[in-house]
């Protein structure tokens, strides 16, 4: 791309400033240096790096910040390749952009593990193209042309023992082309990559500076929270604005649509407002809707046909077949993802700009429904994202910001909407129930010749990407079903979408940590059954060598499957390939007389490919361990009278610390291209739990949260 | 933030982190929204409300509390302690760093605050009563085993220098 911006003097200012197009077949990457030197205002990064003259280098990063670490592992990779200093790196949070866009779905978001796996030749390219630019600066300004040209920390070495750290050549290399294929290193070359480094983010998250959504202010602003109707298809009849209004430091009473916002000069004063507020609402458009109608509903979703998500072989003909067949059916309930920090959105709409301040996790769908609701074209809404405390997929939902900007326009002032804790659980896009009946048969052999699996469970994409739903089903509601990592004969896959007016979403993992509890643990009945020990079944269904077999095998070697199990204590296993990884998990459990469960210790291996930042993957499968052994235990979201009984963390108990197990977590050596880490420490963890309380107990738990109950003996 | 009330009304003083703070709240605000919203001190977290989570814990006279069923009016007389009022070597605060404790972070310094009660009370904890005092607060990310592992080098750096 050429500019005709006239170079101006580069003054101190200088850098070498290099940005990267979004739809990225093929990569493109720009030296943006001379439009930041020529611009009258503000530098607003579009780039991705940035080179300064004192040598500090300026990563921005468009992820989100949800304490999983991208914001120190992003940087790595490209320092990695850039051969620099790590002490001179800088991360910044990006502002919504083209340039931040995931390469592959074209929309900047952070979610399906993507942050690095999609971004794996892009980074690493961003970083050897800014060093190959350096290189070049460094053979002009020395004015050689032989020799042997290599880098170091930060700087340029020539063989004949001259050096030059990058910030002084970024004046030469600002006014170079960039490369369009610089070499890429041998991962033996990475100095960087797979190395123990502080995450850039912590020391201010200790000592209390970051500003999460929640925190955020700017002068004027005022915080908004809003009635929302608290049974599904509900509308308010009435409502005392008066007394509302009563309320010490209320602003303004803003009926919308279907909700009515409480707007204030503070939190506590806009909550007080809301309690006074006394709003009638109507019964909602399925009253009669509980755990037992939904639990019904269901179970006579399991008794339909379904639609066709696989189908290889004769499932019919080797089931009639097999020497045995076994059934089972396995349930899992809805869930929330709640986060510690409550879903909130600042916005300031004003006559030329939005800007909106926001832990989401879609960037480019907030600028979207900022630019419907405003009319603003979408390059006029800015959208900066904030650190969110947590996320786990519900932070990707429009509703804070839908609510923030007409609540801006409707004030004529910033606003910050504001969710509690009851509103965070009463309008959570839930992880969908399921409910499922699988069918398998076994040869002479104890091998498997059938697996026929039918899903009911409600859809996520047909209500957020109906495109990707085709012939009725929904990708998500049979992934690690129609995909797992066993190559059986015969296979039916059915789904049967069930549909509710409780929303749901994407909850870390989706489809996988779903479905891994009746893949895994019917594959565990399986393997007893045939008599067999669980790993060796396993093993027997997966190509030898291929990456599940060999993770699952590391699994078994260091989490010492063979070796003797203490005293009362009994393990189980379960492993999942999701989102370009392998992950597997070995729970070690007793269970005594009454029916409580202590889990002892939780083994992890993965396989994530080229292992970035391996302190926080080992802190993401710590993290997916206590998450997914919470869902085991704990979690699950009730409902009543049409709406959520669910209201507050006493009603949905999560995981706590005299729970979490000792964790060892492994991680496979490989080279290969970097893969997802978020998402695949979480499904095997608790079918791996179920697994082992079956082996020390004798008694199968086919629902989640496990019922102990049935398992107290006498 | 503070004004002069004219109506001669709420002005209430309080002692965060060693210094006087005048407050024109209602005095049964709960002191959550007055550290967050009146004297702008947003370390302090809110996340549930009711005293079920531990995130929004505070400090008073020493004390772990959590400051969201905590009255304005009840603190008059009490020293608050937020994450800003530690030190930046504390051994929680320089522990938490070394161990690489906070994912999302959110909870923590409501978490490390709750440390700094448990290891006044218990400056050796065993694991068991680590586990008991850090029972009911919750950190969604998964950060426990970390938790752990930073209260028992707190403990120990904590030890060595003679805290």
């Given at each position: 791309m050429k500019t005709d911006i006239t170079r101006r003097s580069f003054l101190k200012q200088s850098s070498l400033v290099i940005a990267v197009t979004a739809f990225s077949s093929p990569l493109r990457l720009f030296n943006v240096s001379p439009v930041k030197a020529a611009s009258e205002l503000p530098f607003k990064p579009h780039a991705f790096l940035e080179i300064a003259t004192d040598d500090t280098i300026t990563v921005w990063v468009g992820q989100t910040n949800l304490g999983q670490g991208t914001h120190t592992g992003i940087p790595m990779v490209i320092a990695d390749e850039l051969d620099a200093d790590w002490e001179s790196i800088r991360v910044k949070p990006a502002p919504a952009g083209e340039p931040f866009k995931d390469p592959l779905w074209h929309a900047q978001f952070t979610g399906?593990?993507?942050?690095?796996r999609h971004r794996w030749d892009l980074l690493r390219t961003v970083g050897a193209a800014a060093r190959q630019m350096l290189v070049e600066a460094a053979a002009q300004q020395w004015g050689l042309t032989a020799g042997q040209f290599t880098t170091e920390n930060g700087q340029v070495v020539h063989s004949d023992g001259r050096r030059l750290s990058y910030g002084k050549l970024v004046e030469t290399a600002q006014k170079l082309p960039v490369p369009e294929n610089p070499p890429l290193k041998q991962a033996g070359d990475y100095r960087i990559i797979g190395t123990a480094r502080e995450r850039l983010d912590i020391p201010d998250k200790v000592m209390g500076k970051t500003v999460y959504g929640i925190d955020f202010t700017v002068p004027g602003m005022c915080i908004a929270v809003v009635a929302r109707p608290p049974h599904y298809g509900a509308s308010y009849q009435s409502y005392d604005e008066k007394a509302a209004m009563a309320v010490k430091g209320m602003v303004k009473v803003v009926p919308l649509e279907n909700r009515i916002a409480v707007c204030a000069e503070t939190t506590y004063a806009a909550m007080q407002g809301r309690e006074t507020l006394n709003v009638k609402w109507s019964k909602g458009s399925q009253p009669d809707l509980n755990d037992d109608t939904v639990d019904a509903l269901f179970k006579e979703h399991l008794e339909k046909l379904g639609a066709v998500a696989k189908t290889s072989g004769d499932v019919k003909k080797a089931l009639a077949e097999a020497t045995q067949t076994i059934e089972q059916s396995y349930k899992l309930p809805y869930l929330s993802h709640a986060p510690a920090e409550p879903i909130n959105c600042s916005a300031h709409v004003e006559k030329e700009r939005c800007r909106i301040w926001i832990p989401t996790q879609r960037q480019t769908a907030t600028q979207h429904t900022a630019s419907k609701l405003t009319g603003l074209p979408i390059e006029k809404v800015e959208v900066m994202t904030t650190p969110a405390g947590?996320?786990?997929?519900?932070?990707?939902?429009q509703d804070p910001v839908v609510d923030s900007v007409l609540l801006s326009k409707a004030l004529s002032r910033p606003v910050k909407v504001i969710w509690s804790r009851e509103d965070d659980f009463a309008n959570d896009y839930f992880r969908p129930a399921s409910q499922c009946r699988i069918k398998a048969g076994l040869d002479k052999d104890g091998l498997l010749v059938a697996w026929s699996h039918k899903v009911a469970a409600p859809s996520v994409m047909n209500r957020l990407m109906p495109q990707f739903v085709k012939n009725g089903v929904d990708p998500d509601a049979v992934s690690g079903i129609r995909d797992m990592p066993y190559s059986i004969p015969n296979q039916l896959v059915n789904y049967v979408m069930v549909n509710l007016p409780i929303p749901v979403g994407f909850w870390r993992s989706v489809g996988f940590s779903v479905n891994a509890l009746a893949v895994e643990s019917f594959m565990d009945e399986l393997a007893h059954a045939a008599g067999k020990d669980p790993v060796q079944f396993r093993l027997a269904h997966m190509e030898k060598g291929s990456r599940p077999y060999n993770i699952l095998s590391l699994l078994a070697e260091k989490g010492g499957w063979n070796r003797p199990v203490p005293n009362g204590r009994a393990r189980g296993v379960a492993v999942n390939a999701c989102f370009e990884s392998f992950a597997a998990h070995m729970a070690e459990v007793s269970v005594n007389k009454k029916g409580n469960i202590t889990v002892h210790k939780m083994v992890c291996a993965i396989d994530c490919g080229t292992a970035v930042y391996p302190d926080a993957i080992r802190a993401q499968a710590e993290g997916g361990v206590v998450m997914g052994m919470s869902t085991a235990f704990h979690e699950r979201v009730r409902f009543e009278n049409g709406g959520v009984k669910t209201a507050n963390y006493d009603d949905y108990p999560v995981l706590t610390m005299s729970e979490v197990p000792e964790i060892e977590v492994h991680i496979a050596k490989s080279n290969l291209k970097a893969g997802g880490v978020g998402e695949p420490v979480v499904p095997s963890v608790a079918p791996a739990v179920a697994n082992a309380i079956f082996k020390a107990t004798g008694v199968r738990l086919r629902e989640l949260p496990f019922q102990r109950e049935l398992l107290i003996k006498g | 933030m503070i004004t002069l009330n004219v109506k001669g009304g709420n002005m209430i003083t309080i002692n965060v982190n060693g210094t006087k703070r005048q407050v024109d709240a209602d005095p049964e605000t709960p002191l959550l929204w007055v550290l967050r919203d009146n004297l702008g001190i947003t370390s302090v977290k809110y996340t549930c409300g009711i005293a079920e989570c531990g995130i929004c814990t505070v400090l008073i006279d020493g004390e772990a509390q959590r400051?969201?069923?905590?009255?304005?009016e009840d603190v008059q007389e009490s020293n608050i302690t937020t994450i800003e009022g530690l030190p930046e070597d504390h051994p929680v605060k320089v522990a938490w760093i070394e161990k690489q404790v906070p994912q999302c972070g959110y909870c923590q310094p409501g978490i490390m605050l709750q440390t700094v009660d448990l290891l006044s009370r218990m400056p050796n904890p065993t694991d068991e009563q680590i586990n008991d005092e850090m029972d009911n607060v919750i950190c969604r990310c998964g950060s426990h085993p970390k938790i752990k592992k930073a209260i028992r080098f707190a403990a120990e750096m904590t030890a060595k220098h003679g805290g």
């Open positions: 399906g593990s993507t942050s690095i947590g996320g786990f997929g519900l932070r990707g939902e | 400051s969201c069923v905590v009255n304005l």
